[in-house]
Structures are given as structure tokens and as C-alpha cells.
């Protein structure tokens, strides 16, 4: 079992930048492919970003690409989604996921999640 809390979400202009961390309870963190994903109103939720358990490999989606990073500290099992030049468009609950397998965005695929943190963009 892996718990996983979010943190670092609000309200921030756009042009601005946020930090979201996800804190997972559980010893065998490293081992975990973590992912970012978002859920606007109205909209299914979408993959953001991903990290392989040993931070070789990442992946993120082509609309934050140059603006979002993900990362990860094994030693402080977080994983991190540093949000710069956000857009009233990024506007969503951002969830964290892990999961035992490669790097992906295929959201069936993760196993745990978080319950979300809200991002508001005001334009």
C-alpha cells in the first residue's frame, strides 16, 4: 500500500508559478513510477507528467512541456511538479499517482492516488 498526499496548490495569476509536492507514506518509494495528472470541471482527467522510479526517465505532456518539471527526492519519498508561466488553462485538481511499471499516461495503470489539490489560475 502507498498513501500519497498533495500539497502546494491555490490561487496564483497567470504568469505565475507553483510548486506542488506529494508526500508518500510507504519504504519502497524508489521502486514507484510517480505520475501528475489534472481534472478540470466537466473534463476527464489528463495526464500531466511522469518519473521513473530512479528519475532516468520522464515524460510530460505537450501542453506544459518548457513550462512544467516534474522531479523526485527518494530520500524524502516526495515527488514534485515545479509549475512555471501558468495559464488560466492549467486551472485543475492535480492529483499524484504511483504505480510498478514504466513511465506512462495511461491512468489505468497506476495503482494509488492521492485525493488532489486545487490550482486556480486567474487571468
Known amino acids: 500500500q502507498v498513501q500519497l498526499v498533495e500539497s502546494g496548490g491555490g490561487l496564483v495569476q497567470a504568469g505565475g508559478s507553483l510548486r506542488l509536492s506529494c508526500a508518500a507514506a510507504g519504504r519502497t518509494f524508489s521502486r514507484y513510477t510517480m505520475g501528475w495528472f489534472r481534472q478540470a470541471p466537466g473534463k476527464e482527467r489528463e495526464f500531466v507528467a511522469a518519473i521513473s522510479g530512479s528519475s532516468i526517465f520522464t515524460d510530460h505532456t505537450d501542453s506544459v512541456k518548457g513550462r512544467f518539471t516534474i522531479s523526485r527526492d527518494n530520500a524524502k519519498n516526495t515527488v514534485y511538479l515545479q509549475m512555471n508561466s501558468l495559464k488560466p488553462e492549467d486551472t485543475a485538481v492535480y492529483y499524484c499517482?504511483?504505480?510498478?511499471?514504466?513511465?506512462?499516461?495511461?491512468?489505468?495503470?497506476?495503482?494509488?492516488w492521492g485525493q488532489g489539490t486545487q490550482v486556480t489560475v486567474s487571468s
Open positions: 499517482a504511483a504505480g510498478r511499471m514504466g513511465v506512462t499516461m495511461k491512468r489505468e495503470l497506476y495503482d494509488y
